[in-house]
C-alpha cells in the first residue's frame, strides 16, 4: 500500500480498481471542494464573476500554473478545457501552403491526429506520421528514426510528452532542440506530463505546448492549458470568435483576449488548479511519485509473463513514468475492457494503437499492490475460461 490516508483523500468508489488514472485523473477531496466554492461564487453573482471579476481570479490561477510548470510569464498561458482543444487552436490557422508537411510519430494520440488530418487536408499539406519502430532502445535511436522523416517541406514537428496507447516517455528537450536548429516551429503534446515527469517549459525549445492539469494534476475534469511563446502566439487565430476579438477592453494581450474571452462558461474547474499544486505541495508529491513509478516498474514483468508478450521499452524512468503500456493479443479489446470492469471491477484501458493492443495500467497515491494483484487474477481467470486473450509462448 502506498499510503492509506491518500487513498481516504480521493472520492473514487471504494469498489473499483482504478487502474487508469491516465484517461482523466481523479480529484481529492479538498480540490473538489475548492472547486465547489468557486462554483457557489459563481452562483451567487453570476455576471460579477463572469464579466468583471472572473480576468483577475484566472489570473491569480494561470500565475500559480506558470510558476509550477516554469513559464516564465503567465499571460504566454491560457486555459482551455482539454488539450484536444489546444491542439485545435494550434492547427487550425497554422500557415500551411500545399505540399508543406507537419512531422510526427505514428503513435500520437488519435483526436490529434484526426485534428491535424482535418486541416492539413484543407490546406492540401501533410500530416507525416512517421514510423517509430518498437521497441525503442535508445534515446539516440528513436530521435534518428523520428527525424527520417524531415524533409525540406517539413515546417513544424508535433509530438508527445508522454503518449497516450504506448505510455512512452519521448525525448523532447532533444528534439526540440534539433528541431529548432533546423528553423521548425515546435508543438509538444504534453498531456500526461504535469506533476507526472520533471520538466520546466521554460527550458524547452519548444513554441507550443498544450496540457492537462486534470490528469496527473488532478485539477477537477475540463481544466488544460496551451503555452504559446510570444513569437508564434500571432499564429492562434481563436477558435471561438466572440468578446475577445476587437474588445471593448482589450487587455495588455490579444492572444489572451482572443482565447480566454469566448463567451459564458463555468471556469472554476480553472480556479481550483492552486489548490491541486497545493495538495501536492502538501503531501510531498515528488515522493509520492516515486513510489507509484517503483510498482509499476517492479510489476510489469508479471505480466509480460501472464499474456506472453515483451516490452516495447527498457524498463527504466528514462522511458516509463505511472503508467505503462503492457502488449495484449486480443481481437476484441472493447469487449475484454468492459468485461473487465463489469465482471472483476477493474478500470482500466485496452487500446488500439494501429494493429497493436496494449493494456495500460496507472499508478497513483491512492493504489496499493492490491490493484495489481486483482488485475493478474482476472486476467489468469480470463485467459483459462474464454478466448479473449491469446497467449503466445
Known amino acids: 500500500m502506498i499510503n492509506n490516508n491518500l487513498r481516504d483523500q480521493f472520492l473514487l468508489r471504494k469498489d473499483i480498481n482504478f487502474l487508469n488514472f491516465g484517461s482523466f485523473g481523479a480529484t481529492p477531496k479538498p480540490v473538489f471542494e475548492y472547486y465547489q466554492q468557486w462554483q457557489k461564487v459563481l452562483e451567487a453573482e453570476p455576471v460579477q464573476f463572469i464579466a468583471f471579476d472572473g480576468v483577475e481570479y484566472l489570473s491569480t490561477s494561470r500565475a500559480a500554473l506558470a510558476q509550477f510548470i516554469h513559464v516564465d510569464d503567465k499571460d504566454d498561458l491560457v486555459y482551455v478545457t482539454n488539450p484536444s482543444f489546444a491542439v485545435n487552436i494550434i492547427a487550425k490557422a497554422f500557415p500551411l501552403q500545399e505540399g508543406d508537411e507537419i512531422l510526427a510519430t505514428d503513435i500520437e494520440y488519435g483526436a490529434c491526429d484526426r485534428t491535424w488530418d482535418y486541416y492539413c487536408e484543407k490546406k492540401k499539406a501533410i500530416y507525416k506520421r512517421q514510423k517509430i519502430n518498437l521497441p ?3 534515446k539516440e535511436q528513436f530521435i534518428e528514426d523520428f527525424f527520417k522523416g524531415l524533409t525540406p517541406k517539413t515546417k513544424a514537428i508535433f509530438i508527445s510528452h508522454i503518449t497516450s496507447a504506448t505510455a512512452l516517455i519521448f525525448p523532447v528537450k532533444e528534439i526540440c532542440e534539433i528541431a529548432k536548429s533546423k528553423g521548425l516551429i515546435t508543438i509538444v503534446d504534453g498531456a500526461h506530463a504535469p506533476a507526472h515527469v520533471d520538466f520546466k517549459i521554460n527550458e524547452l525549445k519548444v513554441d507550443f505546448y498544450v496540457g492537462a492539469c486534470h490528469k496527473w494534476m488532478m485539477a477537477p475534469k475540463g481544466a488544460s492549458f496551451l503555452y504559446a511563446h510570444k513569437s508564434v502566439q500571432h499564429l492562434c487565430e481563436p477558435l471561438v470568435v466572440s468578446w475577445g476579438y476587437k474588445a471593448a477592453k482589450p487587455s495588455a494581450s490579444t492572444f489572451l483576449d482572443y482565447h480566454q474571452m469566448i463567451g459564458t462558461r463555468d471556469f472554476s474547474a480553472f480556479l481550483a488548479v492552486t489548490m491541486s499544486i497545493i495538495f501536492m ?54 469487449i475484454l475492457q468492459r468485461k473487465l470492469f463489469k465482471e472483476f471491477n477493474i478500470e482500466i484501458p485496452i487500446m488500439r494503437q494501429g494493429e497493436d493492443i496494449y493494456m495500460r495500467y496507472s499508478i497513483n497515491a491512492f493504489n496499493s499492490i492490491q490493484d495489481l494483484e486483482a488485475l493478474h487474477n482476472a486476467l489468469s481467470t480470463i485467459i483459462k475460461t474464454t478466448d479473449l486473450i491469446e497467449v503466445k509462448k
Not at 516498474?297 to 503500456?325: H, K, R
Request: glycine letters at 4%.
Open 136 to 138: 525503442v532502445t535508445t
Open 281 to 334: 505541495k502538501d503531501h510531498n508529491w515528488p515522493e509520492v511519485s516515486k513510489k507509484c513509478h517503483e510498482m509499476v516498474l517492479a510489476n510489469a514483468p508479471l505480466f509480460y509473463d501472464l499474456l506472453g508478450t515483451t516490452p516495447i521499452s527498457p524498463l527504466t524512468n528514462e522511458w516509463i513514468g505511472q503508467m505503462i503500456s503492457i502488449p495484449i493479443h486480443t481481437k476484441e479489446p472493447e
